[in-house]
């Protein structure tokens, strides 16, 4: 897949996968910027300091791309966060949160990038969905709320601006070997009592697959998403899981 002078915008690319997409797009020749607060060091792409769920943040972000570039031919709206918690127990800040980063931040993006897209008339996005954007999961209300509403957006958006050679699409991973999952297994070992080294082994086990991706295994499926070779996808809702939400 070659990228070479397309303009993309990735949110959330200073770790994990939205780094990894970051690096892979940038070395495929894209001319690559991240959206995010902190800056990821030593790589070749560009930095944009944004914070996805303000929208004048967004705004000014996409504003400045544009207005450098000229275009924007690829969007990735991987940043979000994780939050381990059920109805009861789900304190209302956290809610808000998590509604404001994982979903107004990718709705507050797509409306900014959108119309740039719609006056080229063309585009590639993906979404950054999740497993929970198909199944349900224990103690995962509102972050399995916010994925499960990506996948809605998915299809609207596809739906909407196809006529506008812009494809709309979201990749659902499963457990990806991340500082995210990480940060979920610090949780629920301090919640559960149990080792974190016996939470990730059984995290391991429950995939068919038998072991959890690397980011780079992810990246790759979005730049497919993203690049030309995808050109009949829209609407498509990708799991890369391990075979996990077909059990």
């Known amino acids: 897949m070659r990228f070479d002078k397309k303009v993309a915008i990735v949110t959330g690319g200073t770790t994990?996968?939205?780094?990894?997409?970051c690096i892979k797009l940038?070395?495929?020749?894209?001319?690559?910027?991240?959206?995010d607060l902190n800056m990821a060091e030593d790589v070749n792409y560009h930095y944009v300091k944004c914070d996805v769920s303000r929208y004048?943040?967004?705004?000014?972000?996409?504003?400045?791309v544009f207005e450098k570039e000229g275009r924007i031919d690829l969007l990735f709206t991987n940043a979000g966060i994780h939050l381990s918690s059920s109805i009861d127990d789900t304190d209302l800040d956290d809610l808000d949160r998590i509604i404001s980063i994982n979903l107004k931040g990718?709705?507050?993006?797509l409306k900014e990038v959108i119309p740039i897209m719609i006056n080229q008339n063309h585009g590639k996005i993906v979404l950054m969905g999740s497993d929970q954007s198909l199944i349900g999961k224990r103690r995962s209300a509102a972050y399995g709320m916010t994925k499960g509403a990506i996948g809605q957006l998915t299809k609207s958006a596809a739906i909407d601006y196809a006529k506008y050679n812009i494809n709309v699409n979201c990749v659902c991973p499963g457990t990806i070997d991340t500082p995210m999952l990480h940060k979920a297994i610090s949780v629920s070992s301090a919640?559960?009592?149990?080792?974190?080294?016996?939470?990730?082994?059984?995290?391991?086990?429950?995939?068919?697959?038998?072991?959890?991706?690397?980011?780079?295994?992810i990246a790759n499926v979005v730049c497919f998403l993203l690049s030309?070779?995808?050109?009949?996808m829209t609407g498509s809702l990708v799991s890369v899981d391990g075979g996990y939400t077909c059990q």
């Not at 994990?16 to 997409?21: R, S």
């Not at 004048?56 to 400045?64: I, Q």
């Not at 990718?106 to 993006?109: D, N, R």
């Open 16 to 21: 994990g996968m939205g780094k990894e997409t």
């Open 26 to 35: 940038s070395g495929d020749g894209a001319i690559v910027y991240n959206f």
């Open 56 to 64: 004048g943040d967004v705004t000014n972000s996409v504003k400045l």
């Open 106 to 109: 990718v709705f507050y993006t």
């Open 191 to 217: 919640t559960t009592g149990m080792s974190k080294e016996i939470i990730l082994e059984s995290l391991k086990k429950s995939q068919p697959i038998r072991r959890i991706a690397s980011p780079a295994e």
């Open 228 to 232: 030309d070779e995808s050109d009949f």
